[in-house]
């Protein structure tokens, strides 16, 4: 089985910089991936990391450390329109390629 | 299309009743996942389709609830004799392939059951 945790809530202002953190519990592993959520819109992608390291993308970067089980989304310049709730998700476990998602840490950007 | 569809975006029914929610993927997207939120909570892993097969069912709560993806494109997750706590809403994604890295995710399907 696997196991995923990260802090629930998450406040910052505006052009702040925040970390969400993921920690997970797997039998097997291949990557770990985020999504961002808008109120009642769909999970978006917005990063992978199969190895270790960090990965940019525009203002969003994903550091990952398998010896750790262990990842985090960095947010960079914070916009109101990321006020979102943030997933961590996992696969591999047991050879597995279907992502398991962790319950989410919900992000309150303040002006 | 453009992205994945699902149909209908809500759906209120009377518990007891049999249900069906409509996935159509990204064209050419080989893998398919039925997941299913509650409030405040992740999406919950339901099923797999690679293809035309069910490659994993293991996140279906219990024979009440059934998939097919008989073409290997649209999928419909359907549910027996619904009950209160089905109320959630229904997410299906899919990738291009085994394997892949992004899960294109629809829009969602707002089950209720009262």
């Known amino acids: 089985g696997q196991s995923l945790e990260q802090p629930s809530e998450v406040t910052a202002v505006e052009g702040a910089i925040v970390q969400i953190n993921c920690t997970y519990q797997?039998?097997?592993?291949?990557?770990l991936s985020w999504y961002q959520q808008h109120d009642g819109g769909a999970p978006t992608f917005l990063s992978y990391?199969?190895?270790?390291g960090l990965e940019e993308t525009g203002r969003f970067s994903s550091f990952l450390s398998r010896s750790d089980s262990y990842g985090y989304l960095l947010l960079q310049e914070l916009q109101m329109k990321d006020s979102a709730s943030y997933f961590c998700?996992?696969?591999?476990?047991?050879?597995?390629?279907?992502?398991?998602f962790g319950r989410g840490t919900s992000l309150i950007v303040h002006p | 299309g453009a992205g994945v569809s699902q149909t209908p975006s809500n759906k209120v029914t009377e518990k007891g009743k049999y249900v069906e929610l409509r996935c159509d993927p990204i064209?050419?997207?080989?893998?398919l996942y039925w997941y299913r939120q509650s409030l405040g909570q992740g999406p919950e892993f339901l099923i797999y389709?690679?293809?035309?097969?069910?490659?994993?069912d293991s996140g279906l709560p219990n024979d009440r609830f059934f998939a097919v993806r008989p073409e290997g494109s649209v999928s419909t997750l359907k549910i027996q004799r619904t009950e209160r706590g089905d109320s959630a809403v229904y997410l299906c994604?899919?990738?291009?392939?085994?394997?892949?890295?992004?899960?294109?995710f629809g829009q969602g399907t707002r089950l209720t059951v009262v």
């Open positions: 998700a996992v696969s591999g476990s047991g050879g597995s390629y279907i992502p398991t």
């Open positions: 797997t039998s097997g592993f291949y990557g």
């Open positions: 990391n199969a190895l270790d």
């Open positions: 064209s050419g997207h080989t893998a």
């Open positions: 389709f690679q293809g035309t097969g069910a490659a994993d």
């Open positions: 994604a899919s990738m291009r392939e085994q394997g892949g890295t992004e899960a294109f």
